[in-house]
């Protein structure tokens, strides 16, 4: 089991910046960001593994920027240049190598007005 503790999140305007960071209670080989808009699906952000691979959905690639602390099992998510679009609860997401499983953390609401 591991349980993801998500902070920040958050309003700000048009091309503001906001922060997002997740701690897992244990080391676990990918952490990322996934977010759900209403009425959406739940889509990805960003991923990063714990040799440093990351994987960038398209529609975020040149505004944010994921980073992680192996040492404290922390992930962070920097969002710039944000848009109305962005607006979703962003859910912290853990797995394990070779593991289909997918642990979640309860989701923090980031709010972007025009």
């Known amino acids: 089991q591991v349980q993801l503790v ?7 305007q048009t091309g503001g910046s906001l922060t997002l960071s997740c701690t897992a209670s244990r080391t676990i080989f990918r952490m990322g960001w996934y977010r759900q808009a209403p009425g959406k699906q739940r889509e990805l952000v960003a ?8 994987n ?5 690639k040149e505004r944010f920027a994921i980073s992680r602390d192996n040492a404290k099992n922390t992930v962070v998510l920097r969002m710039n240049s944000l848009k109305p679009e962005d607006t979703a609860v962003y859910y912290c997401t853990a797995r ?5 499983f997918d642990y979640w953390g309860q989701g923090t609401q980031v709010t972007v007005s025009s």
Do not use: I, N, R, W
């Open 6 to 12: 998500e902070s920040g999140g958050g309003l700000v």
């Open 47 to 54: 991923v990063m593994s714990s040799l440093g691979a990351t």
């Open 56 to 60: 960038y959905a398209d529609s975020v």
């Open 96 to 100: 394990d190598a070779l593991s289909p």
